[in-house]
């Protein structure tokens, strides 16, 4: 089964460049057969830009979190404690392999869907 996440395109374009290895969220999808992420990159770009497939989800505090992915989050540490500002539990989505499509994709026309604010299952 698949899922498909809005990442602003600042950090898609991060995953698939191979500079961020985790993707953070504040709410993790409850399906555990999930094994693949199809990526939305959000405003401005608007389109499906590739998929990648989930090595593992990790789940815990923002500092534990951090600690064990900061040198491969792809951000900076002060993004990542705004990020999760206020929060008690932190989950990161280590990737595993991406495919960054050739000729990026519609959302609606591809995928019959509309953007989502975190995910949508597919």
């Known amino acids: ?15 698939f460049d191979g500079i961020k290895k985790f993707e953070f969220r504040k709410v993790i999808f409850k399906k555990p057969e999930i094994k693949t992420v199809i990526v939305y990159a959000s405003s401005p770009v608007k389109r499906v830009i590739g998929e ?14 951090w ?3 900061k040198l491969q989050s792809g ?7 705004e990020y999760f500002a206020n929060r008690e539990i932190a989950h990161a989505i280590k990737i595993k ?3 960054k499509y050739n000729q ?3 959302i609606k026309e591809d995928f ?3 953007p989502p604010q975190s995910y949508v299952y597919l």
């Open 75 to 81: 951000i900076t540490e002060d993004f990542f404690y």
């Open 104 to 106: 990026p994709l519609c």
């Open 52 to 65: 990648f497939e989930i090595d593992d989800i990790i789940t815990s505090s923002p500092k534990d979190l």
């Open 112 to 114: 019959n869907v509309f």
């Open 97 to 99: 392999e991406t495919k």
């Open 67 to 69: 600690e064990t992915t």
């Open 1 to 15: 089964m698949r899922v498909l996440l809005s990442i602003k395109p600042e950090f898609a374009f991060k995953i």
